[in-house]
């Protein structure tokens, strides 16, 4: 393979084909790339048949095709059925492919790819993403990248297609690591949106209003920002589903014990987010601020005065049910 990974000559292999992974076969596609997509269930693939994308019908058939994999699956259960096994990755994939591993999971478990690639002559890098779908559309997400700085640096070509900016955390597992720091900062700020929300309510402040002058202010992360509308007009359809969103903050509680420290804001945020996986765990995260649940704590009285101590947030709800 050349040093240079280029749109003209270089095979790239998409795994996975979700909310993310479909966008970033399009994307690929639309920017020039030769990619070809690979999906386990057949209904992700149908639609993209119609766009004119390349879908491969095997794992085998996909890994011993492409130069270069990328992958962006569920979680830990998926990877694994992906890697190992009979019509796996690592069953099939040849010396000098450069892999990389877009999931988010558990540094255990990049570690463990890291070391398999590395005993089959593969090149892997453990890419995190973070960004939404709307992001993968725009081109726009941020890679953080774990592993070798050659490795990196030759895949520039292909972030330069997907992202807005990429940076080399360091060696393996890096990445993945830094997506956990994120993406504790992106639970406890849904839930603290929530909260907010909900206080909102109790105070009878127009929610209309609320919802539109609150992502104006300066204390609102941009990546909340397109989240409002979605409370506004009840649009719950997945960006981010709240089950992965959970998964995520559970990693982070799991990294946070092996290394001995305390996260109780993440850890409550994380309880609220648990708790509802059985109602919303297939909607946006943005519906854990949905006034509907906001409401079903609600404690005033009639006259629209709050009772006082009797503030229910979503923390407290979750944590009585
Ligand atoms: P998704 O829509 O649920 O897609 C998950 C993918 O994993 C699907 O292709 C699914 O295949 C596959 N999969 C699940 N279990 C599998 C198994 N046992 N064997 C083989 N394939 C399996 O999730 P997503 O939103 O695209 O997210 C993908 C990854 O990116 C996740 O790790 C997520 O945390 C991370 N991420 C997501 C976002 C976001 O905003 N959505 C942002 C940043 C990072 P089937 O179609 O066959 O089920």
């Not at 398999?116 to 993968?136: I, Q, Y």
Request: hydrophobic share 45%; glycine share 8%; proline share 5%.
């Amino acid at each position: 393979m050349s040093t240079t990974l280029s749109k003209e000559s270089t095979k790239l292999g998409l795994i996975g084909l979700g909310l993310m992974g479909s966008r970033f076969l399009r994307r690929l596609n639309a920017e020039g790339w030769n990619v070809r997509g690979w999906n386990r269930s057949r209904d992700a693939i149908l639609p993209l048949k119609k766009y004119g994308l390349q879908i491969e019908e095997t794992l085998s058939g996909l890994v011993g095709k492409s130069e270069v994999l990328l992958s962006s699956l569920a979680d830990d259960n998926a990877v694994r059925a992906v890697y190992f096994g009979e019509n796996s990755v690592f069953a099939n994939v040849q010396p000098q492919t450069i892999i990389l591993e877009m999931s988010t999971i558990s540094p255990d478990l990049s570690a463990l790819l890291h070391r398999e690639a590395a005993k089959r002559g593969a090149n892997l890098l453990d890419l995190a993403v973070s960004g939404s779908t709307p992001a993968v559309e725009a081109g726009t997400v941020t890679l953080f990248a774990g592993g070798e700085p050659e490795i990196f640096n030759r895949c520039v070509p292909v972030f330069e297609s997907i992202a807005r900016q990429w940076y080399l955390m360091g060696p393996a597992t890096a990445g993945i690591r830094m997506k956990l720091v994120v993406n504790l900062l992106l639970g406890i700020g849904m839930e603290a949106i929530a909260e907010a929300v909900s206080l909102g309510e109790h105070l009878k402040l127009d929610l209309d209003l609320l919802l539109d002058v609150l992502p104006k202010t300066a204390v609102v992360a941009p990546a909340f920002s397109g989240k409002f509308l979605k409370i506004k007009n009840g649009d719950y359809s997945p960006q981010f589903p709240l089950h992965l969103m959970s998964k995520d903050m559970n990693l982070a509680q799991s990294a946070a014990h092996q290394c001995k420290v305390e996260l109780p804001a993440g850890r409550a945020a994380a309880a609220v987010l648990n708790g509802a996986l059985a109602e919303k765990g297939a909607l946006d995260i943005s519906s854990i601020a949905s006034p509907a649940s906001t409401l079903a704590g609600r404690h005033n009285d009639n006259q629209g005065n709050c009772k006082p101590g009797h503030i229910v947030s979503p923390v407290n709800a979750t944590a009585a049910a």
